[in-house]
């Protein structure tokens, strides 16, 4: 009898030490895991390297002519038409290409360089009402000069459009992510050698 009070006791004594490790032991074991803030800033960094890309719809329609001439200007010969163009413009930012760095010392993160914007131009050319001659016809390479042209004339109108301006405002709304989490973790974040103290900060000028 006095073995198996024995084994019994042991037995006792083994389940409340493991109950003892379960309740002290696992809050120690947790605090062990706890990422360092640089991992979690270089993680969001990461998460946030992305194409950024604003999206438009361009159309216009344009008059392409050319002339053509002959014996001293004595004869010439023009050839023309209508041109429709309708074009998909996207506005990206490659965020991979973000430079920063982390001084786990003084708790900063210093965006070095922010990529600059890249504008691609697919357009729709329909040419309409040609008018030419034997002397001065339409080619191929008349439709590679109107591509051409368009692209040109289109570069200049989203200049002078919002189409920028709201992909720099979706731009600024990512970069505004690192902005939450230094902010959390206690750190201060910059671009290039300016503090970043809110979201209208990133509003300075970008330089790639």
């Known amino acids: 009898m ?3 009070f024995r084994v019994a006791a042991v037995l006792i004594l083994m389940f409340f030490g493991a109950m003892i490790y379960h309740w002290i032991g696992m809050p120690f074991s947790k605090e062990n895991n706890i990422q360092p803030d640089s991992v979690i800033i270089t993680e969001q960094l990461k998460n946030v390297s992305k194409l950024v890309v604003n999206e438009a719809k361009l159309s216009q329609i344009y008059n392409y002519k050319d002339q053509k001439s002959y014996l001293m200007n004595l004869f010439t010969f023009d050839k023309k038409a209508m041109v429709l163009v309708s074009a998909d413009v996207q506005v990206m930012y490659d965020l991979s290409k973000l430079e920063y760095q982390i001084d786990e010392v003084n708790k900063t993160v210093k965006i070095t360089s922010i990529p600059k914007e890249e504008i691609k131009i697919f357009p729709d050319v329909k040419v309409y009402n040609i008018e030419d001659s034997t002397f001065n016809s339409f080619k191929g390479d008349d439709y590679n000069k109107i591509s051409e042209k368009v692209k040109a004339e289109f570069l200049k109108k989203i200049e002078n459009s919002n189409i920028q301006t709201n992909a ?41």
Do not use: C, H, M
């Open 2 to 4: 006095k073995n198996v």
């Open 168 to 208: 720099q405002n979706r731009l600024i709304s990512e970069l505004a992510k690192f902005l939450v989490v230094t902010n959390s973790l206690g750190w201060t974040l910059k671009y290039q050698d300016q503090i970043i103290n809110n979201q209208t900060d990133f509003s300075i000028p970008i330089q790639g």
